[in-house]
């Protein structure tokens, strides 16, 4: 950041807002040149106060942030911080609209303009305005804030905890870590959507009428136009539609206008728009949208507003993107999506980086959790063309009374600030259900503040017929859920947790795959595991899924989300202090889950481009015998060493999964080669021996602009322990010293030790590699990072930090202005996402020797009934609409998860299955002889076995994992759903 000498200040802040004292609006970076300091000093407020000792800060910046990963997140510090910063404005502002907008604050913030309480915001989570206009003088203004971030902040005027200051959950990156924007309009203006400071609903713009093929659609722009003259005014409403290239493709207007004086009005346009990119998974497409006001003629006031248009539809348990089927494949992930010794405050840059490695894990939703995600999350998401569930502020079950308000109000002011926004494709009205009527609630704040999003609005859970009319989607927390009605998705699914430094039992740390210590007095080997089982198991929990995707039936599963995308600073079971159930380390740093997800995932609904990926490494010990899994949506997988077929043919399972056993290590090349059902090559993946190391390699990674000196921008610097031929060495654990020289701030790295290395300038890597982040200082110039360690050829890396211009406090260069939009998959395809690989078969009736009355409760598409049969009465039979010839019965039984049942089926007094419904995440296919016929029984031949489990990892309340076993005897078969099938005709 350049600090402008003060013999041209008053020049300079002439001059930049020459433009705003006549014309449109001016909207800058606040960010810059603030001071903090964790105290509650009196007469901090005023604009005399003297605070020339406090740190200076460039927001957003958490006060705590040396806390992130460094402490758990019970003891994240809280208390009293206060930020105050001057800035200048010319006199040509005097008269003119002026605003502050802050993205967010944690928990409360009290803003004062010189000396003025202008306002108070205390939910934590949203962005808030203030309009500071009364309170500003000619020269120099004062503005400060004091934040608290106690967990029990209590709301003011009601006394009332917020439930989602969670130290569960909820990581307490206290003060401003969010971004801060001033805007300065004219008196006739178009307002900003902060509803809850303000009472306004700014700018709103979407699409309707759309035709997919055609590229065509109807776009509606739509903006709150306040007038504070004394006397009204007329003006004309004028929309300009520009593509990414910034050619503009599309112009229309309104008929002119008349708001009376202190009247607010909506105006609108719209027009039929040709030849448009609509915005879809992995094609990030925008457009800048400017509406203007227009008085006699000549713009008083422009808004910009970016957004993407994209046609969504919900219905038959699907989603649909631009008219193709989208099988949710994706993350539940933490929305402080934080990073070491930083916390949520990271540059777009970063974000977009974050972001990015998700949606090339081939990833196409983040279910944000519990908290709605700030700005910068929320338009990183629609650049790189990423769908979001976007909840608003909640904890773990339906609440009443003033917390029901307090989320309801959350959800009000998030549906305003993102409604622009393309990314966000559900609005999650709670962590847990709500109630039919806090549902019908949170519906109809979409419709009025968001009619035409094309976003549907749900919850978790909300299984039952009763919720499906309420309800647009929804779907349990850990098991698979189907409709044939409501979309319903997994909101957390495989819960397991797993360090990136433990490749195997037979790698260097050597840990034994689920040692550690205890949780809660029972064993912790799901949160314990190694890399290699860790992604072994993500594949066996997303085959259920898979397994019941679109195409498979007119009930499917509409996908799920993994728990979590990168770890995080939140609840945990181990000893590092943070939750380690991240496909990426909290550097972003691969594990082999990661790679997993990209062959399993990759695709719409079926697996579009067949993958291969080699679980591991291939640098082990002399002697060493091993099994190989190769991960592969392939049909056939041959593994070669240096070029030689080993090991017999690959036992498969979970269809992914292509085990290899007892592989004797040699150095060299382990290629895994994928074969289509004709017998051609269409994936591999290679291993390849490191040698010894020799050096270490450091790589920079910035912004698309350089490094900013800003005084928040971030260089992330990769160091690995290489080979002499730059080659990665999996197996190293040395210790890197680093030392930092020039205009920088170390802000380091994380591995496991004491306080996890937070900070260290002594850093261990892990499996050959770590990262560390540098932050810029405020002055430009040289950056000179070296790294060393015992034995090894150091390195050293040179970044040259930019010029990041400040006039009078204010910076023109706006957060993420400058980031590219991905657009690297395409538009929607217009081809099909699925095969239909099998046809639903309807019943007509169902009828049942015992507890006939509930039998039809087993075929109607309402997972919270069942029918139970008397024990020794456990027969059901069910008539075909029509005779056919089955091939395949699916059910869910009660106690799925922890029960075989010994089951047998007859068709027309035939039988034609007679053997085990193996435990599952709810739903198990069982392959029947074909037999044309029209009755077809069910009937349990035995008690049910139990033991083997699937394994579900804990979690804090235990009624969400209960299947119905303990409320079902071993002699009762009780059927949650059944479905009948024959096969489909050849494609």
């Known amino acids: 950041m350049t600090t402008v000498p003060r013999l041209l200040l008053s020049l300079l802040v002439s001059q930049c807002f020459l433009t705003a004292a006549h014309a449109e609006r001016q909207s800058f970076n606040f960010n810059p040149a603030w001071r903090l300091a964790v105290a509650d000093p009196a007469s901090a407020s005023e604009s005399g106060f003297d605070d020339r000792a406090w740190k200076t800060v460039t927001l957003p910046r958490a006060w705590n942030e040396d806390d992130a990963f460094g402490k758990d997140i019970v003891d994240h510090s809280t208390g009293i911080a206060w930020y105050r910063k001057r800035f200048t404005l010319p006199a040509g502002a005097r008269g003119r609209k002026v605003f502050l907008e802050f993205e967010g604050a944690r928990q409360a913030a009290e803003v004062y303009v010189n000396g003025k309480q202008l306002a108070l915001h205390e939910n934590g989570i949203t962005a808030f305005g203030v309009d500071i206009s009364a309170a500003l003088v000619d020269g120099e203004n004062t503005v400060a804030v004091r934040t608290d971030n106690r967990w029990d902040y209590r709301e003011r005027a009601t006394n009332q905890r917020y439930q989602w200051a969670d130290k569960n959950f909820n990581a307490n990156y206290g003060g ?66 520009r593509d990414r290239d910034g050619k503009q493709v599309a112009s229309f207007t309104a008929p002119a206008l008349t708001v009376a004086p202190g009247d607010t009005a909506t105006v609108k346009a719209s027009a039929k728009v040709e030849n448009l990119h609509f915005w879809s998974w992995g094609y990030g497409y925008l457009y800048d949208v400017t509406t203007t006001l227009k008085v006699d003629g000549k713009a008083i006031d422009s808004v910009v507003t970016r957004t993407g248009f994209r046609k969504t539809a919900f219905g038959e348990g699907m989603v649909r993107l631009n008219d193709r089927v989208l099988q949710m494949k994706g993350y539940a992930q933490r929305t402080s999506n934080e990073w070491p010794a930083v916390g949520i405050s990271v540059p777009a840059w970063l974000s977009d980086y974050s972001n990015g490695l998700a949606l090339k894990s081939n990833a196409n939703l983040i279910r944000w959790m519990h908290i709605t995600p700030w700005r910068q999350d929320t338009e990183s998401l629609d650049r790189i063309g990423l769908m979001q569930a976007m909840p608003p502020g909640d904890s773990e079950a339906d609440v009443t009374g003033r917390r029901w308000e307090q989320r309801m109000e959350v959800m009000r002011d998030a549906i305003i600030y993102n409604r622009n926004s393309p990314s966000i494709i559900f609005y999650e009205s709670g962590n847990r259900g709500v109630s039919a009527a806090h549902m019908q609630e949170m519906k109809a704040l979409r419709d009025q503040y968001d009619p035409h999003g094309g976003r549907a609005s749900g919850s978790r859970e909300m299984l039952s017929s009763a919720m499906q009319n309420v309800a647009e989607y929804g779907g349990e927390m850990l098991y698979i859920n189907k409709s044939a009605r409501n979309p319903m998705w997994a909101m957390e699914y495989s819960r397991d947790e797993g360090a990136r430094k433990f490749w195997d039992a037979l790698s260097p740390p050597f840990h034994a795959d689920g040692d550690g210590p205890q949780y809660k007095g029972q064993s912790a080997a799901t949160y314990n595991r190694n890399q290699d089982t860790h992604a072994i198991e993500n594949v066996k929990r997303w085959y259920d899924y898979w397994r019941e995707r679109p195409g498979t039936g007119t009930r499917v599963s509409s996908g799920g989300v993994n728990i979590i995308f990168s770890d995080s600073n939140t609840h945990h079971r181990g000893a590092e202090k943070y939750r380690r159930s991240g496909e990426v380390d909290a550097m972003r740093i691969p594990k082999d889950g990661y790679y997993a997800h990209q062959v399993i995932w990759d695709g719409w609904v079926d697996v579009e481009r067949p993958r291969a990926h080699i679980v591991g490494h291939w640098n082990y010990q002399p002697g060493t015998r091993k099994p190989v899994t190769v991960i592969s949506s392939a049909e056939r997988v041959e593994l070669r060493l240096n070029g030689k077929p080993v090991g017999a043919a690959a036992r498969q399972s979970e269809r992914f999964l292509f085990t290899f056993d007892d592989i004797a290590w040699q150095p060299g090349e382990l290629k895994a080669i994928g074969y289509d059902a004709a017998g051609k090559q269409v994936c591999e993946s290679v291993l390849a021996t490191a040698g010894k190391p020799v050096a270490l390699k450091l790589t920079p990674m910035t912004g698309p602009s350089g490094l900013q000196a800003d005084g928040a921008d971030l260089a992330l610097v990769q160091v690995e322990v290489v080979d002499a031929e730059g080659r990665r060495n999996p197996v190293a654990m040395d210790t890197v010293t680093f030392e930092l020289d020039g205009p920088a701030e170390w802000r380091g790295g994380i591995a496991q030790g004491p306080n996890n290395h937070v900070l260290d300038k002594l850093l261990p890597v892990e499996g050959g590699i770590n990262r560390v982040l540098v932050r810029s ?182 009624a969400i994992v209960d299947t119905g076993a303990n409320s079902t005897p071993k002699g009762v078969l009780s059927i949650v759903e059944i479905e009948f099938y024959r096969a489909a005709l050849a494609q």
Request: glycine residues 8%; aromatic residues 6%; neutral net charge.
């Open 176 to 241: 401003l870590p969010k971004n801060v924007r001033l805007h300065i309009t004219d008196k006739l203006y178009q307002t900003l959507p902060l509803f809850a400071s303000l009472g306004t609903t700014g700018v709103y713009v979407y699409a309707q009428d759309f035709d997919i093929g055609g590229r065509r659609a109807t776009i509606h722009a739509e903006s709150q136009v306040k007038n504070e003259y004394a006397e009204p005014r007329t003006f004309t409403y004028e929309v300009v539609l």
């Open 777 to 958: 200082a405020t002055e430009a110039g040289k950056i000179v990072l070296r790294a060393r360690a015992q034995g090894l050829q150091s390195a050293q890396v040179v970044l040259q930090s930019k010029p990041a211009p400040v006039v009078a406090g204010l910076s023109q260069r706006l957060p993420g202005a400058d980031l590219p939009l991905y657009l690297e998959r395409g538009p929607t395809p217009a081809t099909p996402s699925f095969k239909v690989s099998r046809i639903a078969v309807p019943v007509q009736v169902a009828s049942a020797a015992s507890n006939a009355a509930d039998a039809g409760n087993s075929i109607d598409d309402d997972e919270t009934t069942r029918w139970a049969s008397a024990p020794g009465a456990s027969a059901i039979t069910y008539r075909m609409a029509q005779p056919t010839t089955l091939t395949e019965v699916t059910m869910k039984l009660s106690g799925w998860r922890e029960r075989s049942y010994p089951v047998r089926i007859a068709v027309d007094g035939e039988e034609v299955f007679n053997g085990m419904a193996p435990r599952s995440l709810g739903y198990v296919t069982l392959p029947v002889k074909p037999k044309q016929g029209s009755l077809v029984t069910v009937e349990l031949v035995g008690a049910a076995e139990e033991g083997n489990a699937v394994k579900m990892t804990e979690v804090a309340n235990q």
